[in-house]
């Protein structure tokens, strides 16, 4: 069983939806939780950074944590075809003196006009 | 954007041949990784490196290894290159909470 799962996908929605996105996680030593975007043949690009549970917003996307249940979600509102891409879903603990980094698969978003 | 440069950021090799690929940062971020992405497989881990010298490895380490002798430099060496190699390689730095990434690699084995 993986650390990090996440839908991959694809999600295609029309322009102006709410869009949710979720990954679940098996290592309750996680502390740190981010949402990366991905356009095609680019780096991740950092989305939200998050370390407790609850929510937090920025603009048209919120990065929702909850430890209990082990569950992460990031929605988007007034979704844009620009906001077209892959997202991926991220984790830190602590590794021997480093931090692990774990990736959920990543779900690929479309907003169609 | 977080200054990280991956170099190159596209190459070609034979089967065999040793590569070298190199991350270069200028943010003095303590911790450096490098991933590959495939299709199917997301983001893997190869190594990771948590100061000058120390590094360990990831998850699919066989037939690559790293150094780091500056805190700005953390390079990843494919001993001899195969053609199960071929991917997109992505380097990224932190500082123990949130990671950049640079903007990849593109290596074919041929």
């Known amino acids: 069983q993986k650390e990090v799962e996440q839908d991959p996908g694809p999600l295609s929605v029309p322009e102006g939806a709410i869009v949710s996105l979720n990954c679940t996680y098996s290592?309750?030593?996680?502390?740190?939780f981010m949402w990366y975007r991905q356009y095609s043949r680019k780096g991740p690009e950092l989305l939200m950074y998050?370390?407790?549970?609850g929510n937090k917003e920025d603009g048209r996307f919120t990065a929702q944590v909850d430890k209990s249940s082990k569950y992460i979600s990031l929605f988007i509102r007034d979704s844009q075809p620009s906001d077209s891409a892959t997202y991926l879903c991220?984790?830190?603990?602590?590794?021997?003196?480093?931090?692990?980094?774990?990736f959920g698969q990543g779900t690929r978003l479309t907003i169609n006009p | 954007d977080a200054g990280i440069t991956q170099s190159p950021r596209h190459k070609v090799t034979e089967t065999g041949t040793p590569v070298t690929l190199r991350c270069h940062q200028t943010?003095?971020?303590?911790?450096m990784y490098w991933y590959r992405q495939d299709p199917g497989h997301g983001l893997r881990l190869i190594h990771y490196?948590?100061?000058?010298?120390?590094?360990d490895k990831g998850e699919v380490s066989d037939g690559y290894s790293v150094s780091r002798s500056k805190t700005e430099d953390f390079l990843l060496t494919l001993e001899s290159a195969t053609s199960s190699q071929t991917s997109v390689y992505f380097c990224?730095?932190?500082?123990?909470?949130?990671?950049?990434f640079g903007q990849g690699t593109r290596l074919t084995v041929v």
């Open positions: 990224a730095i932190s500082e123990g909470g949130e990671a950049f």
């Open positions: 290592n309750s030593a996680f502390q740190y």
């Open positions: 998050t370390y407790s549970s």
């Open positions: 991220a984790m830190t603990s602590p590794l021997q003196g480093a931090q692990k980094l774990v």
């Open positions: 943010e003095n971020h303590r911790y």
């Open positions: 490196s948590y100061g000058v010298k120390d590094t």
